[in-house]
């Protein structure tokens, strides 16, 4: 169980992520880095709605070849667009630079504060998960 230490860590982070993304903003008189922070919250989303859906059968918990996740392909598709948004959470703001609609400046200021973010919700969901009990 994570104490107050912790959610003051986590807390400090992510308000430190948020300023960053919202002097990116700010600073350079474009809100195009805004969007970073949507698709860091959405994010987690694919892969918890993917696990509540497949559930924790224990007859489709295990036994694939490599020893893996038995072929289970919600929680793979769960998984890839997790990635997917995380990926497109980095190439948005250097899409947008690239293509001069923010300065590079702000594209280093949205990704760094946009990966604080996203590691802020998963250490959140990391140090607050239920473990299930049979």
């Excluded at 992520?17 to 919250?41: D, E, H, N, Q, R």
């Excluded at 996740?69 to 250097?94: E, H, I, K, Y």
Aim: a negative charge; charged letters at 10%; hydrophobic letters at 55%.
């Amino acid at each position: 169980m994570a104490g107050l230490k912790t959610i003051i860590a986590l807390s400090f982070i992510l308000a430190i992520g948020f300023l960053l993304v919202i002097l990116s903003c700010a600073l350079y008189k474009s809100y195009y880095p805004l969007l970073v922070v949507a698709t860091y919250v959405c994010a987690p989303l694919p892969n918890f709605i993917c696990q509540r859906w497949a559930g924790s059968d224990d007859f489709l918990s295990g036994g694939g070849l490599d020893g893996g996740s038995g072929g289970n392909a919600l929680l793979d598709f769960g998984r890839f667009m997790t990635g997917f948004l995380v990926v497109m959470g980095v190439a948005l703001p250097a899409l947008l630079a690239h293509s001069e609609y923010i300065l590079p400046a702000a594209m280093v200021m949205s990704i760094c504060g946009g990966l604080l973010i996203y590691a802020t919700i998963i250490s959140f969901t990391m140090f607050f998960k239920e473990e299930e009990e049979f």
